[in-house]
């Protein structure tokens, strides 16, 4: 059995690209895959960062945590958001078990730790924290050999959205350098001072969001020959040397386990889903403040406007949607909603309708989308808190759900929220050697193994709760 446990999460990292195309030419990945086992991890749905790592770090699915994604609805009301921060996480997560049974724990940038809560150890937190002006490390006093070691630290690219991809690959190569030489810094210093050590890069899942199309022939805007064609290729090369140089650092009682919380594929286009539900006839605005169609159409078809900003006629809306990696559709319920429309003994019939509807969607080419539509209730153990009424996978993700409405059409190429190529795979990565053990090769497993796995590698017990399922 291991004694410690040393876990690299890169967000967003794509098993295609670590374990089949690029695999020769990442050393110390392969190093690790030979050594142990390896293969894509299916990740939660949906596949997004808030929540899958606090999913994969508990053992509880999304509708068990109450939280769908970073922001979701603070009660029925049509406008109140909750932001999910660390403050929504009622279960601990495996350094807080570790924790508690005396185990000493180093954690740097993993997802949904802000507002820092106290650990045996060191806790730096993530990109979801307003800057560094805040207390975003535990003890507090750690912020200061933290800006010895990399002077401003950077928590995350500053605007990843841009069309300047010169900046963009400088920010990502400044935030991935600092974040691995404070790691590096801590496993110099602090090398009989852990039992559990993890860090998450943010670098994968900024530069595939931002440079994917530059990248992939698949990419309907891929351009062979442009200047940035290497540029994913070249920074999971840099990734690939500074993980051999952490590598060089570990005991040698260490277990590690490199993991993502999903990957990445190209992003075919945009769905516009409140416009969709407009022309089925869903939703509806006041005074026809914008609708496909009316006399006020050339006036602001074209420009995507958020849907919060326009005025929402509930009396006649049965359904409004958000926009992101993947579509939240919300039904406007009687007695449920302040101005709900739904018949309750109808909320199932007019779920089966979209569900149909949506599921039947074609694309710009005539062909089916190949659109996934689930039930929360379908897909969770428990519900808690308020999930969307249905969560949509347009073409099975390689299209995102566009939130705003304006554009006058259903179907768009550009990003409502700024230039993004890429959409989230379902399927992630791990790679998991353990010492003495030989590895088991290439195998499939679940976010729901991670946890267990983590857990039997540091010596200490599960929850009942938690599956039967291992890595190994």
Known sequence: MANKLFVIGLDCADPELVFDRWADELPNFKKLMDAGTYGELESTVPPITVPAWTCMLTGKDPGELGFYGFRNRANYSYEQMSIATSAAIKFPRVWGRASAAGKKVIVIGVPQTYPPRPVNGLLVTSFLTPSTFSDYTYPKEFKAEIAQVVGDYMLDVRNFRTEDKDYLLRQIYEMTEKR???????????????????????????????????????????????????????YYQYLDREIGEMLELLPDDAAVLVMSDHGAQPMMGGICINEWLMREGY??????????????????????????????????????????????????????????????????????????????????????????????????????????????????????????????????????????????????????????????????????AIAPTMLDLLGLPLPAYMDDERLG
């Open 180 to 234: 691995c030489k404070l790691v590096k810094h801590l496993l110099r210093t602090r090398a009989g001072e852990w039992d559990f050590f993890m860090w998450v890069a943010m670098g994968p899942d900024r530069i595939h969001h931002g440079l994917w199309k530059y990248t992939d022939p698949r990419h309907p805007k891929y351009e062979p020959g442009n200047p940035y064609e290497n540029s994913i290729h070249d």
């Open 283 to 448: 939703l509806t605005l006041v005074d026809g403040e914008y609708m496909p169609g009316n006399s006020r159409e050339s006036t602001m078809a074209g420009q995507p406007i958020p849907l919060e900003k326009v005025e929402i006629d509930w009396t006649k809306t049965k359904a409004w949607a958000a926009g992101g990696y993947y579509g939240r559709l919300f039904l406007n319920v009687q007695g449920r909603e302040p101005n709900g429309v739904i018949p309750a003994d109808q909320y199932e019939a007019t779920r089966d309708e979209l569900i149909e509807k949506l599921e039947g969607m074609i694309g710009p080419d005539g062909k089916p989308l190949g659109t996934r539509v689930f039930r929360p209730e379908e897909v969770y153990r428990e519900i808690n808190n308020i999930p969307p009424d249905l969560i949509i996978y347009f073409g099975n993700l390689a299209w995102r759900s566009v939130g705003s409405v304006g554009l006058g059409r259903i179907y768009t190429f550009e990003n409502d929220t700024g230039p993004d190529d890429a959409n989230h795979a379902q399927e992630g990565m791990f790679i998991l050697v353990e010492p003495g053990k030989r590895g088991g090769g290439r195998v499939k497993r679940t976010w729901r």
